[in-house]
């Protein structure tokens, strides 16, 4: 079996980054030594299509997505050659993985217990129990696999700054996670009340079926994830034809991928400028803290997107402050300048389609 490389930081090296530490958080520092490309910023056009570098330590090949500024969450694409597996490792963060292209199967494990194996595909979804060792096989010979993660990697770097605690720590964790359980990764999964399903493996996001949440927008849908007791909090969202989610704020932490369907986005600082991003299968995007946010769909089709949440536990709201926090900072359609809603109804008709007209005095509902 191939272990993990560059687990470890050097005397020299950790003195090299204390030397550099006013500046350089040890996570940052991390993704030095990895040596992989790494995105930054608020947006990605196309993760399917994102330039990657070979990752000695993984194996495969990859790069991080270390956007809005933030050091709470990251993530990360991987892709596996076709016939390669990549390297088995652990880790004290919590890790969500995402299945873009291709299929195989991962095999997860607790020190000296047998070893689970799920198959996955495309639009599959899973949780890495903390601490367990997994590890990916493409099981395809002819085509790549591309998976892409959602991890805590951030928090759990800079707080014990010690990479041997974080990738070689036997620490197991029983209440989370025992291979006794067969089904763990096979159970279809259970309701935890409204809009809310507790699972460890989603063979198919695209399809899952959402419940409506009409709060967030006519005929919006959604449903949030409890997956391996983890903290890192997901979620579903579908846009109906011809509606858009009214903008709102909140902290960083969460990215959000377009799944199916397009339209656009629209971002900005209060008082700041505008800005508008095209969204297709695939885009990302990851407002900064106190950032307005605003997803529109002026299309015949609906927009789903699965959000990588992180902070919180999984059935509470997005990154600091929980939902009441989250849905204060929705700004009303009245109090939104009108410019933002005309260009919707303008996109809308420009498509031959009649927009849903937003209320003109409502606030979240
Ligand atoms: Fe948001």
Request: with cysteine.
């Amino acid at each position: 079996m191939r272990f993990n490389t560059l687990i470890i930081v050097t005397p020299l090296q950790y003195k090299d980054w204390r030397a550099r530490s006013i500046k350089l958080s040890f996570y940052d520092y991390w993704l030095e030594l990895e040596n992989i490309p790494v995105y930054r910023g608020n947006f990605i056009e196309d993760v399917y299509t994102l330039q990657l570098g070979d990752w000695p330590r993984l194996g495969g090949r990859g790069a991080y997505l270390s956007l809005a500024n933030q050091q709470v969450t990251n993530g990360y694409v991987v892709e596996i050659s076709p016939g390669a597996d990549l390297k088995p490792e652990r880790h004290l963060f919590e890790k969500i993985t995402y299945v873009l292209s291709g299929n195989g199967a991962t095999q997860v494990w607790q020190d000296g217990g047998k070893r689970l194996t799920f198959e996955w595909q495309a639009g599959s979804f899973f949780a890495i129990p903390l601490n367990a060792h997994h590890q990916h096989f493409n099981g395809s010979g002819s085509q790549p696999a591309r998976l892409m993660a959602a991890t805590t990697a951030p928090e759990a770097l800079n707080q014990y700054h010690n990479l041997d605690f974080v990738f070689n720590n036997p620490f197991v964790f029983k209440d989370r996670f025992d291979p006794e359980q067969s089904d763990f990764f096979t159970a279809e999964g259970h309701s935890w009340g409204t809009r809310s399903w507790e699972t460890n493996f989603v063979a198919d996001v695209r399809s899952f079926e959402l419940e409506a949440w009409e709060a967030k927008g006519a005929g919006a849908r959604h449903m949030r994830f409890v997956m391996a007791d983890s903290v890192y909090g997901c979620h579903i969202h579908e846009l109906s034809p011809v509606t858009y989610v009214q903008a709102h704020r909140h902290a960083a932490g969460a990215m959000i991928l377009v799944l199916s369907g397009s339209g656009y986005e629209i971002m900005y600082m209060k008082d700041g400028p505008r800005q508008r991003f095209e969204l297709k299968p695939g885009a990302i995007i990851s407002p900064g803290t106190g950032m307005y946010h605003l997803h529109a769909n002026p299309n015949a089709e609906p927009l789903r997107q699965i959000a990588f949440r992180g902070g919180g536990f999984s059935l509470y709201g997005a990154g600091v402050g929980g939902p009441e926090a989250h849905m204060s900072e929705l700004v009303p359609y009245d109090q939104e300048d009108p410019a933002v809603h005309e260009e919707f109804y303008a996109e809308c008709r420009s498509r031959g389609l009649e927009p849903v007209l937003m209320p003109i005095k409502q606030g979240p509902g």
